[in-house]
């Protein structure tokens, strides 16, 4: 199967398969359908001994695998869905592609970095978060003031002119008490109160959360990035296969796709 068709088939599965606004319940299944379904289930009841569930395991559906928790944090230090940590100081001149799925760019997570103290050290200085034609960009504040500002642009692709809306905020003690910034263009953006520090986080609002419950957050010049379990093998990118093996997780981006020339207009 390939990346483009088995993004097609996790749209197909969350579509069929989640309550709709209206309340009426999931979607029924055609007498076809149904027809399928009891034939598929006679047969496994047909297999050699040798082929069916070993008695000990229980049945019913495999127990739900944990959202994927992706970091970059400064001068940039790397975790990867499957925990594997690492640094690599990704430079300004490209783009980090944090995460996407297989062969498309349905959805993504990128960031732009900048040197500090003089360099080579690199850390982030803006993150876009874009599903379809809806993004979300942070730029970073640039001063050590805790005080200082975080710029926020909201837009989409196919509206012409200026962004549909700008704003900044302060994470420091003079930016207030956590709420809601902004919800619209498919997105609610909130400054939120997670374990004692103040975060700026970014969720989706399109489509199923099954599907879309992608959020990022961040602070100083961290990055923390929470993906559904529905992607787990689709996914590509810094954050990595998904694929519960941390050892094949890419650690130098030299010459790779996990990164692509900036500016940040992927």
Request: glycine share 10%; aromatic share 10%.
């Amino acid at each position: 199967m390939t990346g483009q068709e088995g993004v097609a088939v996790l749209l197909i599965i969350a579509l069929t398969t989640v309550t709709p606004v209206t309340g009426a319940g999931p979607i029924p299944l055609t007498p076809e359908e149904e027809a399928q379904r009891d034939n598929a289930t006679a047969d496994m009841a047909n297999l050699p001994p040798a082929h069916q569930m070993v008695p000990e395991l229980p049945p019913g559906p495999i127990p739900p695998i944990p959202a994927c928790e992706c970091h970059a944090h400064g001068d940039v230090r790397y975790v990867t869905c499957d925990g594997r940590a690492f640094q690599y100081n990704t430079l300004p001149s490209v783009v980090g592609i944090m995460a996407k799925p297989i062969g498309g760019w349905l959805w993504f997570i990128a960031t732009l970095q900048e040197f500090f103290d003089g360099g080579p050290k690199t850390r982030l200085s803006a993150v876009k978060f874009k599903i379809f034609f809806h993004y979300v960009i942070i730029e970073y504040k640039d001063t050590p003031d805790p005080d200082g500002l975080y710029k926020i642009t909201v837009g989409a692709d196919f509206v012409p002119g200026p962004p549909l809306w700008v704003g900044s905020v302060s994470l420091g003690p003079a930016g207030g008490p956590p709420g809601v910034l902004f919800v619209g263009n498919g997105f609610q953006i909130s400054v939120i109160l997670l374990d004692g520090d103040l975060y700026i986080e970014v969720s989706s609002t399109l489509l199923p959360p099954v599907l879309f419950d992608i959020r990022i957050r961040v602070a100083r010049h961290c990055l923390q990035i929470h993906i559904p379990p529905i992607w787990s093998g689709f996914m590509e990118g810094i954050c990595g296969d998904w694929n519960g093996n941390p050892a094949n997780d890419v650690v130098d981006f030299v010459g790779l796709p996990q990164v692509t020339p900036a500016p940040l207009q992927v």
